[in-house]
């Protein structure tokens, strides 16, 4: 299967492709008879063996997996050279071969299927002596990347966290669902503690999920609690109701006027309106 978390039910009635492993002619002949209303609406159907299918979903995911962490990389370079990470993204996006999904920079992945996935991936090359080199490095970068985070808030603060308090915003992997697996908060906020800071955190949805994996967290009922008397406010998780803040008002409530923006919603040039430094991630 290829439906996404949070869009399953519309994935399953509209998917890009169907692909079915089998190597009995009866479960074949099944198969397609369920899936018949899918493909006669222009939905590919491939059968193939079950080896094949199976390689078929891990590929699909760890291509995916590495588009995101390539733009994640170039966002690094981005900001040494004084590039901006999301014309690039823009600029290769517009390129047919290439297409404009997952090309958004950010924390890292997370989730339930692309980390599963690619050392899914990754294992099956070594047992069979085969090693899938470009997939391995990318679950190291991708690793690397989410406590990598931290230090660019450290940086922010000017080099030094401890005392400080850190305002979290987004906790699950991606927005519209609970599900804290493998989120790149969690590195990011482990790592916080780490460096010596407090941190006080608010997701819509995640808060209890994330109790049982962020111990010594402050947790809050809103973005705008959450930030009172942070030294930064960190949005880690492109919620829809972080892209409408009240920078005013949050102006007003944190002791230090610090946003580190790790999906890029916002911009320095919005923010420095209302006093705040910015940080973005390959904005450079």
């Given at each position: 299967?290829?439906?996404?978390?949070?869009?399953?039910?519309?994935?399953?009635?509209?998917?890009?492709?169907?692909?079915?492993?089998?190597?009995?002619?009866?479960?074949?002949?099944?198969?397609?008879?369920?899936?018949?209303?899918?493909?006669?609406?222009?939905?590919?159907?491939?059968?193939?063996?079950?080896?094949?299918?199976?390689?078929?979903?891990?590929?699909?995911?760890?291509?995916?997996?590495?588009?995101?962490?390539?733009?994640?990389?170039?966002a690094d370079l981005a900001e040494k050279v004084g590039a901006d990470v999301q014309e690039i993204a823009r600029g290769i996006g517009l390129d047919n071969r290439i297409g404009s999904k997952f090309l958004h920079a950010g924390?890292?992945?997370?989730?339930?299927?692309?980390?599963?996935?690619?050392?899914?991936?990754?294992?099956?090359g070594q047992d069979h002596e085969a090693p899938i080199r470009i997939i391995e490095t990318v679950a190291a970068v991708n690793d690397a990347r989410k406590r990598a985070m931290a230090r660019k808030v450290s940086a922010a603060l000017g080099g030094n966290l401890r005392g400080k308090t850190i305002a979290v915003l987004g906790l699950t992997f991606k927005p519209n669902t609970d599900d804290m697996r493998e989120a790149p908060s969690i590195p990011l906020i482990t790592a916080l503690q780490d460096m010596g800071a407090k941190v006080r955190a608010y997701d819509p949805v995640g808060m209890e999920q994330a109790k049982s994996e962020l111990k010594?967290?402050?947790?809050?009922?809103?973005?705008?609690?959450?930030?009172?008397?942070?030294?930064?406010?960190?949005i880690v998780t492109e919620w829809e109701q972080f892209r409408a803040l009240d920078f005013r008002k949050?102006?007003?409530?944190?002791?230090?006027?610090?946003?580190?923006?790790?999906?890029?919603?916002?911009?320095?040039d919005e923010l420095a309106r209302y006093g705040f430094s910015y940080t973005g991630v390959g904005r450079g």
């Amino acid at each position: 299967e290829f439906l996404r978390e949070g869009a399953a039910i519309r994935d399953f009635k509209h998917p890009d492709r169907i692909v079915v492993g089998t190597d009995d002619a009866r479960a074949r002949e099944v198969m397609e008879e369920i899936y018949r209303p899918l493909y006669i609406n222009a939905s590919p159907i491939m059968v193939t063996g079950r080896r094949t299918a199976e390689l078929i979903k891990y590929a699909a995911n760890a291509f995916l997996a590495t588009k995101i962490t390539f733009i994640n990389e170039m966002a690094d370079l981005a900001e040494k050279v004084g590039a901006d990470v999301q014309e690039i993204a823009r600029g290769i996006g517009l390129d047919n071969r290439i297409g404009s999904k997952f090309l958004h920079a950010g924390p890292g992945y997370g989730g339930s299927c692309f980390p599963k996935d690619t050392l899914a991936l990754i294992k099956t090359g070594q047992d069979h002596e085969a090693p899938i080199r470009i997939i391995e490095t990318v679950a190291a970068v991708n690793d690397a990347r989410k406590r990598a985070m931290a230090r660019k808030v450290s940086a922010a603060l000017g080099g030094n966290l401890r005392g400080k308090t850190i305002a979290v915003l987004g906790l699950t992997f991606k927005p519209n669902t609970d599900d804290m697996r493998e989120a790149p908060s969690i590195p990011l906020i482990t790592a916080l503690q780490d460096m010596g800071a407090k941190v006080r955190a608010y997701d819509p949805v995640g808060m209890e999920q994330a109790k049982s994996e962020l111990k010594n967290v402050t947790y809050c009922a809103d973005p705008y609690s959450c930030a009172e008397r942070a030294d930064a406010l960190v949005i880690v998780t492109e919620w829809e109701q972080f892209r409408a803040l009240d920078f005013r008002k949050l102006a007003e409530t944190m002791a230090q006027k610090v946003v580190v923006d790790l999906r890029n919603i916002y911009g320095a040039d919005e923010l420095a309106r209302y006093g705040f430094s910015y940080t973005g991630v390959g904005r450079g």
